[in-house]
């Protein structure tokens, strides 16, 4: 039987540009060009190698997001995915970790899943607790924060680093699995990849075919709110020297100055 | 007083320090009653009480060793259910992040990540947080349920207050997935000895520049001479030449120290995110139009192979 994969995937704001708030303290996502987070690209990754060494997968990436979100499933499927999901509705505005969790899991039980990979964090929330919560919404083992995993005969194992010590995790499939970038450089979708990735299929659900009220998600939905978001003054300009020879001397100094030494 | 569940991080019955913080953080908003899991669970009480733990709630069984998150899970939502907590604080790792969510949908909360301060609010606990790779800063609140939240390290200090901290085991009950994910293997990290990153006061890191393994050498006595933690940029890590425990950055670890030493980095938005916090920031770069020069307190443009050694052998010789 075939081993299906659902990676789950963000379209999130460049970090490189000039990320901000809008008015009702949202993400502002018009004015920053968007892409498929770096942080998911290595879960689509690890997906395409474990679909490699099965006999028979097939990989369905999922995105929860706006319009524009497509672009982050064409990269996936350009890199390799065979079809895709797009969860697109006006009343997604505004959901939180909780709500985005909740039609993920639906969005992952209407297609069928043996295995979901994630990644560690979206480069924007960069919250990290998606993958826990689709586990406990879907009652499977979460394997997460690998740096290096493996499925073979239904079975998942996988290392976790963590700050105290590093694990050996395993767990039976179904299962949700979430890898960090340490995990193994994300491949670059290549030009035949590209070319196959627009005749793949992209599906559209809307809340309505996830059977989830629009009180569910977005703002009202949310079980947080921002009050405020101010932007962090920018440090005061500091001295900056040349070194012509005494620059560690120099820098000595600044630090001694500072009581640091 | 309503109670503020704490969750303790420890090793063997020895509290990690951002704990000590949590407690700090819970008696602004209420007593904290700390919730401690697992083998040593009880030796942990004296010191909680040193901090303001009114009770030390503690629960030892093998699944919490065994078996990844859920127990902990299970354990922290009994504890919920028998305190009616005010609010649970939970140090943000990567498991207690994993903890902290698991918790708060299981009661039907919302929940706060990664908060650098913490304070009492009208309508519940106002949590600041540090977002877009730390250069907006927002409050945030949770409006549905008991709010959990998780805190970073050093987001305040460590105050003595003792309490009664009265020891109190308790009763959990496994669920059916507690036993899902199972750990088959732990190799404890090994210490160096040198102060941990996100506790120390003084970072030295370095990155591309520092141009091989062998090299770390320099920044490593830099930071002896300073009684400093080292750190690396993920250009580092990703060579091999530091391991990746010591990455500071978006994907490595959040820092906010006194004083931040970057040498041989360029200061790349990712780097940024786990570093521009610091009071004190100090770059050594032999490329003056590197963006980590728009963040320091003091630049030097030149070769870290030079300024490096000369400003460590500089603090030995101050220091005497
Ligand atoms: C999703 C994502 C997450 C990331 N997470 C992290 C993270 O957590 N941490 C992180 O650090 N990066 C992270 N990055 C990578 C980040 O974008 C940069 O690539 C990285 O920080 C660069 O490291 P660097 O500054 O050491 O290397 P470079 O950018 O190559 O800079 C090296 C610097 O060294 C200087 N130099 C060279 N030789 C010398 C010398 N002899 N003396 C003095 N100066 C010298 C050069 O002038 C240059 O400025 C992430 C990237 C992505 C996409
Ligand atoms: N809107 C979304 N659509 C699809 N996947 C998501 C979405 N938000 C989060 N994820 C997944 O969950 C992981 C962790 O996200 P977070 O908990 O938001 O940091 C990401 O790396 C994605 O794999």
Known sequence: ?261 | MAEVLVYVDHVDGAVRKPTLELLTLARRVGEPVAVALGDGAADTAATLAEYGAVKVLTHEAAEYDDYLVVPKVDALHAAVEAVSPAAVLVPSSGEGKEIAARLALRIGSGIITDAVDLEAGDEGPVATQSVFAASFSTKSRVSKGTPVITVKPNSAAVEAAPAAGAVEAFAVTFSENATGTKVTARAPRESTGRPELTEAAIVVSGGRGVNGAENFGLIEALADSLGAAVGASRAAVDAGWYPHTNQVGQTGKSVSPQLYIASGISGAIQHRAGMQTSKTIVAINKDAEAPIFDLVDYGVVGDLFDVVPQLTEEIKTRKG
């Not at chain 1, 968007?34 to 689509?44: C, F, I, P, R, T």
């Not at chain 1, 499927?77 to 505005?93: F, P």
């Not at chain 1, 990290?128 to 979460?142: F, K, S």
């Open chain 1, 1 to 261: 039987m075939s081993l299906r994969i659902v990676v789950t995937v963000k379209y999130v704001p460049d970090a490189t540009g000039d990320r901000h708030f809008a008015d009702d303290l949202t993400v502002d996502r018009d004015d920053v060009d968007g892409l498929l987070s770096e942080l998911d690209e290595y879960a689509v990754e690890q997906a395409l190698q474990i679909a490699e060494d099965a006999d028979d997968a097939e990989i369905t990436v999922l995105t929860v997001g706006p319009e524009d979100a497509k672009d982050a499933l064409r990269k996936a499927l350009s890199m390799g995915a065979d079809k895709a999901i797009h969860v697109e509705d006006d009343d997604l505005h505004g959901t939180d970790a909780m709500g985005t969790s909740l039609v993920l899991a639906r969005a992952i039980e209407k297609a069928g899943f043996d295995l979901v990979i994630s990644g560690m964090a979206s480069t924007d929330g960069t919250m990290g607790v998606v993958p826990a919560l689709l586990a406990e919404r879907l009652g499977v083992p979460q394997v997460t924060l690998l740096s290096e995993v493996s499925v073979e005969d239904g079975t998942v194992t996988g290392r976790r680093d963590g700050d105290a010590a590093s694990e050996t995790l395993q767990a039976s499939l179904p299962a949700v699995v979430s890898v960090t970038d340490q995990s193994g450089e994300a491949r670059y979708p290549s030009f035949k990849g590209i070319m196959a990735a627009k005749k793949k299929p992209v599906e559209s659900w809307d809340l309505s075919d996830l059977d989830l009220e629009a009180e569910e998600v977005g703002l009202e939905g949310a079980y947080t709110v921002v009050d405020s978001a101010a932007e962090r003054p920018a440090r005061t300009a500091g001295t900056i020297v040349k070194d012509e020879g005494e620059g560690g001397k120099q820098l000595a100094e600044f630090l001694a100055g500072q009581k640091f030494i």
